[in-house]
C-alpha cells in the first residue's frame, strides 16, 4: 500500500516570498490533515479535510495561508506572504474518515520549509 | 484546554536496556484515545502504540508497552530490549472522539547508546 506522498521535501524561500506544498493521500482517506512543526515542538493541526470540505481551521493563519483539496483527493497548502516563523515541517496525515474505529492517522516524510 | 506534557526532552539508555518516557495530560473527556509516535531522524512518524480510555488493561506491542493510569491522566511508554533502531523522538498524543483532532506533546528524544 502507497503511503501518504508530499512534494516538494526541501524548500527554502524568502521572507515575502509564496510557496505551495502538495500532499496526495492514501487510496480512500476520506480525511487529510495539515500540521506544522517547529523545529522542537509536536506537530500542531492546522487545517483538517473531511473529502473536499472543511472540518476544523481554527489554528490556520487565514491572512496567510491558505489550503483547498479539490475533488477529495490530493491537497494543497499554500502561505502568501511567507514569514520568517513560518520555518517548520509541514505534515500532512490522512485517515479513513471520522467515525470510523481509532481513525489512525498516517503521516507523509513532510516538507521542510525554511524562509531567510 | 487539553494538553500533553512531556517532561524529558532527552533521555539516554544502552542497548538492550529498558526505558520509559513519561507523559501527562489534561483533559475533562471521560472518552478518548491516547497514541505514542515515533519519528526517526528525517523519517516520517509513525504509531507506536494506542489506548483507549476506557480500557483498563495497559496496550502492548512487542517491546513496548503503556502503564495508563487515567485517575492520574499518566501515559507513560516503556520500551524493553532498546535497539539502535529504536532512537528516534517519541510523542505522546492525545484525541478526544468525534472528530479525531490529535494534540501532542513537545517530544522526548531517544538516544540509544551501543
Known amino acids: 500500500e502507497a503511503g501518504v506522498a508530499q512534494s516538494p521535501r526541501y524548500k527554502i524561500i524568502e521572507k515575502r516570498q509564496s510557496v505551495a506544498f502538495w500532499c496526495n493521500p492514501i487510496?480512500?482517506?476520506?480525511?487529510l490533515y495539515w500540521y506544522q512543526q517547529i523545529l522542537g515542538q509536536g506537530p500542531k493541526l492546522l487545517i483538517q479535510?473531511?473529502?473536499?470540505?472543511?472540518?476544523?481551521d481554527s489554528q490556520l493563519p487565514k491572512d496567510r495561508f491558505s489550503a483547498e483539496r479539490l475533488k477529495g483527493v490530493d491537497s494543497t497548502l499554500k502561505i502568501q506572504p511567507a514569514k520568517l516563523e513560518d520555518s517548520a515541517v509541514y505534515l500532512c496525515?490522512?485517515?479513513f474518515g471520522v467515525g470510523t474505529p481509532y481513525n489512525e492517522q498516517f503521516f507523509g516524510p513532510g516538507t521542510r520549509l525554511t524562509v531567510l | 484546554a487539553q494538553t500533553v506534557t512531556q517532561s524529558q526532552p532527552e533521555m539516554s539508555v544502552q542497548e538492550a536496556e529498558t526505558v520509559t518516557l513519561s507523559c501527562t495530560y489534561d483533559?475533562?473527556?471521560?472518552?478518548?484515545?491516547l497514541f505514542w509516535y515515533k519519528q526517526p531522524p528525517s523519517r516520517q512518524m509513525i504509531l507506536v502504540i494506542r489506548?483507549?480510555?476506557?480500557?483498563?488493561q495497559n496496550a502492548t506491542e512487542n517491546r513496548f508497552s503503556v502503564n495508563f493510569q487515567k485517575a492520574a491522566k499518566s501515559f507513560s511508554l516503556k520500551i524493553s530490549d532498546s535497539q539502535l533502531g529504536d532512537a528516534a523522538m517519541y510523542f505522546c498524543?492525545?484525541?478526544?472522539?468525534?472528530?479525531?483532532?490529535?494534540?501532542f506533546g513537545k517530544g522526548t528524544r531517544l538516544h540509544i547508546l551501543p
Open positions: 483533559t475533562s473527556e471521560s472518552d478518548y484515545y
Open positions: 489506548q483507549e480510555a476506557y480500557k483498563q
Open positions: 498524543a492525545y484525541s478526544p472522539p468525534p472528530d479525531d483532532k490529535i494534540i
Open positions: 487510496s480512500g482517506h476520506a480525511t
Open positions: 479535510f473531511q473529502n473536499n470540505g472543511v472540518v476544523d
Open positions: 496525515a490522512s485517515s
